[in-house]
């Protein structure tokens, strides 16, 4: 039998109707095709380099370039990249990896002071604090980081390595999911400082889900002055995971903690901050911060079952998927609908229309047409391994 496989519009996409339907494991697949649940939908949602120029990169210097382009940009990154350095992304940027070796080595990426920055499918790991965090974020709207797996190691103090995921100075809008982070000290911090409020106060509004904390120590996240959802989570190990801090309010939902010291507290800090739990498993351990008021969020999501979490957090991030620049595809669409009428493609694997589970759109509404008229589409084919 062939293998799967995805049909996804650069940079992301709008997903049209899929056919044939999806069933068993392939229901707990969230990323490939998706556009970001959670905040990062907000304020305009999420383009990426929708639509702009296609640049494949194995190295630190074009990678650096590309990556500094003020055009919408899509970016592959192929294979390894090493060094020490911190790649500044401009806005309308997507940064994918390409298949599943795609990973930085001691490179990190500052997403600052731009907007609409999707970053997918790629391995970063320890990048020393004398660079910087795996990646920064900071004054930034509208980010989207989704299937990365993010790490170090523990072979050092907890001040050799900074953190995985910073989000910081007033960034708004941010989405993380589907990412696996692991055998590091300080994951991810949401708010830098407590003296920070005068610009951190209503902003940091951002949601993870779908995510994996193993090995970690704490900040799973920490969070100063945000607006935090969580949810479908799964926590192996650690000292501190969810912390509220300095007025910050926090929705943990359908999430797993096991062997986590102290799994929502809110701690080091001069003003207390405030969660809701629901439905998640603490791992016979209470939560120790005050009870939040974050009680609903503007966009819908999904909830597991507490009991359902793991497996489907491990399943999800073990699929993975990979992603490959290809050939351009004509796909008919009638002025009435954005479903898939006809369609011609070519491509190594793929033999019929049967195996494909699902197409996209990068934008329905500028998909429209004189009926009879085809729309040329760029779209990556992308193949589960």
């Not at 996804?8 to 056919?19: C, E, H, K, R, T």
């Not at 965090?133 to 900074?162: C, E, F, R, T």
Request: proline share 3%; net charge negative; hydrophobic share 40%.
């Amino acid at each position: 039998m062939l293998p799967y496989f995805f049909l996804l519009l650069a940079a992301s996409a709008s997903l049209v109707n899929a056919s044939p339907a999806v069933h068993g494991a392939e229901q707990y697949r969230q990323g490939v095709v998706d556009l970001p649940l959670g905040y990062a939908s907000l304020n305009g949602g999420m383009h990426g380099g929708q639509g702009g120029r296609v640049t494949i990169v194995s190295d630190l210097t074009a990678l650096t370039n590309a990556a500094a382009d003020p055009n919408p940009h899509i970016i592959y990154v192929n294979g390894t990249i090493s060094g020490a350095a911190m790649v500044r992304v401009a806005s309308y940027t997507t940064i994918l990896g390409i298949e599943n070796s795609s990973q930085l080595i001691g490179i990190g990426l500052a997403i600052t002071n731009v907007n609409n920055v999707i970053v997918r499918n790629l391995a970063i790991s320890r990048v020393r604090a004398s660079t910087g965090d795996a990646i920064s974020i900071q004054y930034a709207k509208n980010v989207w980081i989704d299937h990365m797996d993010l790490s170090s190691d523990l072979d050092h103090d907890k001040d050799h390595y900074d953190g995985l995921l910073d989000i910081t100075h007033a960034s708004n809008w941010v989405t993380v999911s589907n990412t696996y982070f692991h055998d590091h000290y300080k994951a991810s911090l949401i708010g830098h400082s407590d003296s920070n409020s005068a610009e951190d106060q209503g902003h940091l509004h951002v949601t993870y889900y779908n995510n994996h904390f193993s090995n970690i120590y704490s900040r799973m996240p920490s969070i100063r002055f945000g607006t935090v959802h969580i949810f479908n989570s799964y926590y192996d190990g650690g000292d501190t995971a969810v912390n509220a801090r300095m007025g910050a309010q926090v929705l943990v939902e359908s999430s797993v903690f096991a062997d986590v010291k102290d799994p929502v507290t809110s701690e080091n800090s001069k003003l207390k901050g405030g969660a809701v739990v629901n439905g998640c498993d603490l791992g016979g351990k209470a939560s120790k911060a005050q009870e939040g008021n974050l009680k609903t969020v503007p966009y819908g999501y999904n909830r597991l079952r507490s009991g359902e979490v793991r497996d489907a957090v491990v399943l999800w991030l073990a699929m993975g998927y990979s992603v490959r620049p290809c050939d351009r595809f004509s796909v008919f669409l009638p002025a009435t609908s954005t479903s898939v009428f006809a369609m011609h493609a070519s491509y190594s694997g793929v033999d019929h229309l049967s195996d494909l589970l699902a197409i996209s759109c990068a934008d329905p509404l500028h998909m429209r047409s004189q009926q009879g008229c085809d729309i040329p589409i760029s779209l990556i084919l992308s193949k589960r391994l």
